[in-house]
């Protein structure tokens, strides 16, 4: 389940810019790995800060230096397999997947690239997890199933790299940061859809109700509009939106979904299948 944090004004999030990573240390640590207990101690660690800062408590430049942790093994031992780095290395996957600035994923893809190529991660995660979530972002496709993992590569200029640019990721995850942390004229704030998971226990169904994550437009000091999904684990990076002849925004040139701010203050959002309105978000006192 996804909460929000709002916190005072228009600064609903806080988010952390600091990427002043000491790769030296993180290089002297791995050049002086000699046995299975080394590897497995260094996944281990990454998996305990991965899972002990999550939803509300998630530290961005936590997840920040696990992700360039993981970067620079890849650089130096590959992909880790359970039997050379043990079982906790798996958390390489969901280290990427906790990295919410798309740039930085599309830099640091080619460790999932090798953990497949090596079998170490299936066809259908690689399209469901990792693929998918990309191309949906990029395209609005959220079905990639029929195409081949060769196309889809292409087309989000994805490929096999033994090496990764730790410092080019470094400088795009500050560049990316900006965003969220520079002031920016507000739009408004509108609440979410209330969503519903059906639950199976012992024999029943349980229904479990989802509290709406309140949605964001801005426009920043270039003019541009965004649209932001409030996660309480800051998990949505803005999207561009793009302003049609009517006034209308949408998150693709070709889409015929589109979102309309109302004289009453609320948000439309229009799609070929329904159009949902969506009322001002209002601040719940404690």
């Given at each position: 389940m996804r909460k929000v944090v709002f916190l005072v004004g228009f600064m609903y999030l806080s988010f952390s810019q600091n990427a002043q990573v000491d790769t030296a240390a993180i290089s002297e640590e791995l050049n002086a790995f000699r046995s299975y207990g080394d590897h497995s101690k260094f996944w281990k660690d990454i998996y305990r800060i991965d899972q002990l800062y999550r939803g509300e408590n998630t530290v961005d430049s936590l997840d920040f230096l696990n992700l360039i942790k993981a970067s620079m093994y890849f650089n130096k031992f590959g992909y880790p397999s359970?039997?050379?780095?043990?079982?906790?290395?798996?958390?390489?996957?969901?280290?990427?997947?906790?990295?919410?600035?798309?740039?930085?994923?599309?830099?640091?893809?080619p460790m999932l690239l090798e953990g497949y190529f090596s079998n170490e991660i299936d066809e259908t995660r690689l399209r469901h997890y990792f693929i998918n979530p990309l191309y949906t972002r990029k395209f609005g496709a959220e079905n990639v199933g029929n195409e081949t993992i060769k196309f889809l590569l292409t087309e989000l200029n994805l490929e096999k790299r033994a090496k990764i640019n730790i410092q080019e990721v470094i400088q795009t995850y500050t560049e990316g940061m900006s965003l969220l942390n520079d002031k920016h004229e507000e739009i408004?704030?509108?609440?979410?859809?209330?969503?519903?998971?059906?639950?199976?226990?012992?024999?029943?169904?349980?229904?479990?109700?989802?509290?709406?994550?309140?949605?964001?437009?801005?426009?920043?000091?270039?003019?541009?509009?965004?649209?932001?999904?409030?996660?309480?684990?800051?998990?949505?990076?803005?999207?561009?939106?793009?302003?049609?002849?009517?006034?209308?925004?949408?998150?693709?040139?070709?889409?015929?979904?589109?979102?309309e701010l109302l004289d009453s203050q609320e948000l439309k959002r229009s799609s070929a299948d329904k159009t949902i309105i969506y009322?001002?978000?209002?601040?719940?006192n404690k």
């Open positions: 359970p039997g050379i780095a043990g079982k906790k290395s798996n958390i390489i996957q969901f280290v990427w997947i906790h990295t919410s600035i798309p740039k930085v994923k599309d830099l640091t893809f408004g704030v509108w609440k979410g859809e209330t969503q519903y998971d059906s639950i199976p226990f012992q024999g029943n169904v349980l229904i479990n109700k989802i509290e709406p994550n309140p949605i964001r437009i801005f426009r920043d000091k270039n003019g541009d509009y965004y649209l932001h999904y409030l996660y309480e684990d800051r998990s949505h990076y803005p999207q561009r939106l793009y302003l049609d002849q009517k006034g209308r925004f949408k998150l693709y040139d070709a889409s015929t979904s589109y979102f009322p001002p978000y209002k601040k719940k």
